[in-house]
């Protein structure tokens, strides 16, 4: 009795008349997972599906370890260990950094893996900028906050859209460290990035995202060799799909 | 800075760049100093009259027009350095001129295809393109940009280091970029920025051989590109 | 305006939009239901304007305001101080000035709009609820003043207005289709003008000081000024409705313009959906309907105090207002985009994200 | 939504043309919201039981009255009652309710309004539609039957000032008044109410220092009442504060300059409603009040009459109350002119509505009521005083009989006179038809005696 961790089956999803997902399919089970691809592809409105949120209308299937996702409310879908870095950060602009990190603290049942002090650790930055609203936060900064804010609820299983947006070449050096280390606690991550060194570092495995499908999969090693590859999938000439 | 220049401005996060950029821009007051912008002290000016003189800026939340269409936040964005865009009668759609620069810009930037979508309907990449074709087409005479490149795929971020490259030597460009590979193949200047500060200013290869801005700001992975 | 190439959507569109307005051009000609025409679409033409007035500040210009009612009570309130005169058959209240009533109306259109241009320029700098406490502020002065300033109006309004219509629309109480049509154009002539205006120059900016003030400035733009012009042109457009409401209705009083009235045009408004013009049109047709024939139901077991028809007339309004909200929070129009949606969805082939909409007309 | 319109339309069309010809349209136009919202069922009760006494009704529901009635018949037609008006006595529910009436429900003949502001609307309205035909219920503003004064409307009682009549001699006489002031809401009915005063008081050689004016509705009356003279500096005052603003304004006197003297103070008809408040009307026990065209507990044969009637339709409306009474007339006289005119309405119901009635509480010229040349009636009016009841419960009695009020005060007010306003009238002395010619009533018997 192994069910995958997540199991994506099927996938179709639309807001208004726009058919934006059409049978996107895949699994995350020991390994993780990024999902790369040019802009208005559809990887946002995947983790939107995935998460509840905003939901756009969705048929299909989406399991964390044979839960059906579909249909259930966000805050249940958290519940299930599903953390979440959102494009753009969402951060609650009244709140201090260490509001936001002692709200979300001890939100959910399982291992405590992770304490405000353990973010801080991780983010020495936020650290001196405890007392600081999320409005006052530079943009690398919210960054951090928005993934300290996720961890902090033990998931199982971490949806990040575009962790590495806009942060400094240093940063995102010492949290590819910390996802490599997380990876081995056992946390599985499923990755949005356009950052293909990023992407490339964090899962070997790749999935490749166009116009609302799962055009191909490669491997991190020969997606980062082979430039004829990128220059198809994530250059900018309009790709003819069939 | 000179006219013509292009720089970029580096630094760790929350080392006070984008304030830096507002200050300029006149988004906000500077408690002490002075912003002159072609010769002439600026720092009491709002923002709309700096955006006359020939200012642009991006920012790092692109801040677009998501309720407008592509093509009018490019009109827009064109308009409002013109004298009389209260025009109350003529429809931008009839100004000839006004539809090729829109246009014109939207191509620089390969957003054309989305010219009659909402801007909210865009992904959060195209909304980047968005705030770029807004940019260049207001034809400033100082651009700034605040992370152009983040949130772009690799492909485009070619398109962009290609596009600010051609663009016109006359334009001042003042670049905050993390992309490395974006930021030092552009600027002919750099300037690090730590804590508030300007800690150091170089050339691009000057900064990469830098000791200080490798332990502040770039890590191993650059060291030897 | 080549039909060809209209959308599915908009054709539709304008051809229910064309029906309506044939159907109530020739409404009285055929010699229809009169008191559905001097009462029902009269009233929709001019609380409509008002309403137009409330939904272009909301949908252009991310204002509501509450202030709508108040600026279209104010030119009623001027038209009824210039044009009427006392002693024998005349009105009792007011100043009586006697002035050529094209003249007041001039007089009373151009005031609305410097009122609305005065209360934009308080007003323009806040925003959200904020905005919404000072338009209500104004609406509250506006009562009073009305109510407490016996010279101008005082609690018992001007009345008899009617009787003081410029010569070129004639007797409106002889002659009710000359209002009708002229209510009918100026209807027309409003939706026409607002969708004109917010395609030109002015409108854009306007729509993007909605969307992102700061953008904006820093795009050249002057926010304030840009919130108060619209602001003006909104009390403008108000200014309208009013006048032709008190041609119609032949008074003007402070209860026109209190709480309750305010309340209504913005439940019109609402229920139209503040996201596109038609909707002020449709939610004060909508509204005056129900104000005009739910009441003669009475509901068992909804009898809230009150004594009128078992006191559940509000009740039923109250219900019917909650449900199309909680339905469709963008209103009647809300409903209807989602609805095309939703059927083009099913019935058109899938399409992706990135192909471009359907090509038109064919 | 054009189907529905189209439907719409179509049900009402049919409707309408299912209409019998030989049918009068009665609408009954009250107030059902607002300060007055009890008049809905005095009202139209008050309408009802005169259809029912004269012209065959059957009542529903004693105790509810705008259950409505039906078997209504005069002059060989069916009358039938096609809707009640709910106004909250402002104007513009009333454009609404009265077109609503008129235009929806096609009534020929309408009975009320209400209040003073919604006839004023009514009548200009009456102006504009010459066919349909207009009784005034009870509301007490001049200008319907002065100022505007179409053919088409009738009213079979007085207007707010002629409710006062008598009030100024009283006070000049009985209190030895010399100098008032005057505290009135500031709108037509509290201009109307302290004109009738003013008119009165003057005539026989009162002055009025002060006129102080309370918005309709305030809730802090301390700052009027301060703008009063204090008590040492005038004879009295003549209250004309309403609604819910009665005891208040009161209470706001009683801190700002002592303990209420009944003998200081003159209410309009407004006092007569303090009844119900067990804290101040009990310190006014003794005031005078104005009347309001009723005589609660006179006893004449023509009185008792009507007040069997009333309490064999309407039990439990008070037969006394001029909400009540007024409707009542105003409906007799309906059914009275479609008798004479065979049911016909438009200009042939206007030319026989009666110039004079016979209602039961008109005492002089035999009982009769006539109207003036405007339609207006010519009444007798009743001015009150608060007494303490064997219960301790404060009422209204009848006190005074002042024969044959007209509208115009004899000639100080005029068609072309400014309408009451916060200036006007002015206080001029004059020879009032009246003076020296009230009689006391005592016990409900109009007494040989005049006021002296």
């Given at each position: 009795m192994s069910e995958p961790l997540l199991a994506v089956e099927d996938l179709h999803a639309y807001y208004g008349p726009a058919h934006?997902?059409?049978?996107v399919s895949f699994e995350i089970g020991d390994e993780p997972i990024a999902i790369v691809g040019r802009n208005g592809m559809g990887k946002t409105t995947l983790c939107a599906a995935i998460m509840g949120i905003r939901p756009p209308r969705a048929t299909g299937s989406i399991r964390v370890r044979g839960s059906e996702l579909l249909g259930r409310a966000s805050y249940r879908i958290a519940r299930l260990g599903v953390g979440y870095v959102p494009q753009g950060r969402r951060l609650f602009p009244s709140l201090s950094v260490d509001e936001h990190l002692r709200m979300v603290e001890g939100r959910r049942n399982g291992a405590r893996r992770w304490t405000p002090a353990r973010v801080y650790e991780l983010f020495p930055r936020l650290a001196q900028r405890k007392r600081n609203g999320g409005a006052q936060l530079s943009g690398g900064e919210q960054q951090m906050l928005a993934i300290g804010r996720a961890l902090l609820t033990n998931p199982d299983l971490l949806i990040m859209d575009e962790p590495s947006e806009g942060l400094a070449p240093a940063v995102i050096e010492g949290l590819i460290a910390t996802f490599r280390t997380l990876e081995e606690e056992g946390l599985r991550i499923l990755l949005i990035e356009q950052n293909l060194a990023v992407a490339t570092s964090l899962a070997e495995r790749q999935l490749i995202m166009i116009a609302g499908e799962i055009a191909a999969e490669t491997t991190a090693a020969e997606l980062a060799a082979n430039p004829e590859l990128q220059r198809r999938y994530l250059g900018v000439e309009p790709v003819e799909h069939t | 800075m000179l006219p013509g220049e292009r720089r970029a401005i580096l630094g760790p996060n929350g080392a006070g760049k984008t304030t830096l950029f507002n200050v300029i821009a006149g988004d906000l007051a500077p408690s002490a100093g002075r912003v002159e912008l072609f010769g002439e002290d600026v720092t009491t000016l709002p923002s709309r009259a700096r955006a006359r003189l020939g200012l642009a800026r991006t920012y790092q939340q692109s801040r677009l027009l998501l309720g407008l269409t592509v093509e009018n936040s490019i009109y827009l964005s064109i308009l409002g350095v013109r004298k009389g865009h209260l025009r109350p009668v003529v429809l931008p759609r009839r100004d000839e001129e006004l539809r090729e620069r829109a246009r014109a810009a939207a191509g620089r930037v390969a957003i054309s295809h989305k010219l009659d979508e909402v801007v909210g309907s865009l992904s959060h990449g195209e909304h980047r393109q968005v705030a770029l074709a807004m940019a260049l087409a207001s034809e400033p005479k100082i651009l700034m940009l605040d992370?152009?490149?983040?949130?772009?795929?690799r492909g485009e971020r070619t398109l962009l280091t290609d596009l600010l490259l051609a663009l016109d030597r006359e334009i001042t460009l003042i670049l905050i970029e993390h992309d490395m590979d974006v930021a030092l193949r552009v600027a002919e200047r750099v300037t690090m920025m730590h804590e508030g500060r300007v800690i150091v200013e170089g050339t691009p290869s000057e900064i990469r051989a830098d000791k200080l801005v490798h332990e502040l700001y770039l890590g191993t992975a650059f060291g030897d590109e | 305006m080549n039909p060809l190439r209209w959308a599915p959507k908009q054709r539709l569109e304008r051809c229910i939009a064309l029906g309506a307005l044939v159907l109530v051009a020739v409404w009285p000609a055929l010699g229809l239901n009169a008191y559905w025409s001097h009462q029902i679409f009269l009233q929709t033409f001019l609380f409509g304007i008002a309403a137009a007035s409330l939904i272009f500040l909301s949908a252009y210009g991310g204002m509501v305001s509450l202030a709508q009612t108040a600026l279209f009570g104010i030119a009623g309130v001027i038209i009824g101080n210039l044009a009427t005169k006392g002693g024998a058959g005349g009105t009792s209240k007011g100043l009586h000035l006697g002035w050529d009533p094209t003249v007041a109306v001039v007089v009373a259109v151009v005031m609305t709009t410097a009122i609305g241009l005065i209360f934009g320029l308080v007003a323009a700098r806040s925003a959200g609820i904020y905005f919404l406490m000072i338009t209500l502020t104004f609406s509250v002065i506006a009562t009073y003043t009305l109510g407490q300033v016996t010279k101008i109006s005082g609690f018992s309004g001007i009345g008899?207005?009617?009787?003081?219509?410029p010569g070129w629309l004639g007797d409106v109480l002889a002659h009710p289709d000359r209002l009708y049509y002229l209510a009918l154009g100026v209807a027309v002539a409003v939706y026409v003008l607002i969708r004109y205006i917010v395609r030109t120059p002015f409108g854009l900016s306007l729509q993007g000081v909605r969307d992102e003030p700061v953008r904006m400035s820093s795009l050249g733009y002057n926010v304030a000024l840009h919130r108060t012009l619209a602001f003006g042109f909104a009390a403008f457009v108000a200014s309208l409705g009013g006048i032709l409401y008190v041609w119609w209705s032949g008074q003007i009083a402070p209860g026109n313009v209190d709480l309750p009235g305010t309340i209504n045009l913005l439940v019109m408004a609402v229920i139209g959906g503040l996201v596109r013009i038609e909707g002020a049109w449709l939610g004060a047709f909508v509204f005056i309907v129900i104000q005009n024939y739910v009441r003669d139901f009475a509901v068992p077991g909804l009898s809230f105090g009150g004594t009128l028809f078992g006191g559940s007339f509000n009740t039923i309004v109250g219900i019917i207002f909650l449900v199309i909200v909680l339905a469709s929070p963008a209103g009647l129009m809300g409903a209807w985009d989602r609805a095309v949606a939703e059927l083009s969805r099913r019935r058109g082939p899938p399409r992706t994200a990135d192909e471009p909409a359907p090509g038109p007309g064919s | 939504m054009l189907v529905a319109v189209v439907g719409l339309t179509v049900t009402a069309s049919v409707s309408f043309a299912g209409a019998k010809a030989g049918v009068v349209k009665v609408a009954i136009m009250t107030d059902c919201k607002g300060a007055f919202s009890f008049g809905y069922d005095y009202d139209s009760g008050g309408a009802q039981a005169a259809f029912a006494q004269y012209a065959h009704g059957k009542v529903k529901n004693k105790n509810k009255p705008s259950a409505g009635m039906t078997g209504i018949t005069a002059g060989g037609k069916q009358i039938k009652i096609v809707g009640y008006g709910c106004g909250n006595d402002t104007v513009p529910l009333a454009v609404t309710e009265t077109k609503r009436l008129m235009e929806k429900l096609n009534a020929d003949v309408m009975v009320g309004p209400l209040s003073g502001d919604e006839a004023v609307y009514v009548a200009n309205y009456a102006k504009a539609h010459p066919n349909k035909t207009f009784i005034i219920g009870t509301a007490g503003s001049q200008d319907p039957t002065l100022q505007i004064a179409p053919k088409n409307v009738f009213r079979y009682h007085g207007d707010g000032a002629m409710w006062n009549a008598g009030a100024g001699e009283i006070a000049y006489k009985?209190?030895?008044?010399r100098k008032a002031a005057i505290i009135m809401d500031d709108y037509s009915f509290g201009w109307t109410s302290a004109a009738g005063f003013i008119a009165d008081f003057c005539a026989i050689g009162g002055e009025i220092t002060k006129r102080v004016f309370p918005p309709l509705n305030t809730t802090d009356y301390a700052p009027f009442v301060r703008q009063l003279p204090p008590p040492n500096q005038v004879d009295g005052y003549f209250w004309v504060v309403g609604g819910s603003g009665t005891a208040p304004s009161l209470k706001a006197f009683e801190q700002a300059y002592g303990k209420l003297d009944p003998k200081k103070l003159y209410g309009n008809l407004f006092f007569a409603f303090l009844g119900a408040d067990k804290v101040v009307a009990p310190k006014v026990a003794g005031a005078y009040v104005g009347g309001f065209g009723t005589a609660p507990g006179l006893k004449t044969k023509a009185a008792n009459a009507y007040r069997a009637i009333m309490k064999k339709y309407y039990p439990k409306l008070p037969p006394d109350d001029g909400f009540v009474y007024n409707y009542y007339n105003a409906a007799w006289a309906l059914v009275q002119a479609l008798n004479k005119d065979g049911g016909a309405i438009g200009s042939k119901l206007q030319a026989a509505m009666p110039r004079s009635i016979k209602p039961a509480f008109q005492v002089s010229n035999g009982g009769v009521l006539h109207l003036d040349s405007n339609r207006q009636g010519i009444q007798d009016q009743y001015p009150l005083q608060l007494v303490k009841g064997a219960n301790g419960a404060v009422a209204a009695n009848v006190v005074g009989f002042v024969p044959d009020?007209?509208?115009?005060f004899h000639g100080l007010f005029k068609r072309s006179s400014p309408p009451p306003g916060r200036t006007q009238p002015k206080c001029v002395k004059a020879k009032l038809p009246w003076q020296g010619k009230i009689k006391v009533v005592k016990n409900g018997v109009i007494t040989k005696q005049t006021i002296k």
């Open positions: 934006v997902l059409q049978g | 992370e152009p490149a983040s949130g772009l795929s | 008899g207005i009617s009787s003081y219509t | 009985k209190l030895k008044w009020v007209d509208q115009s």
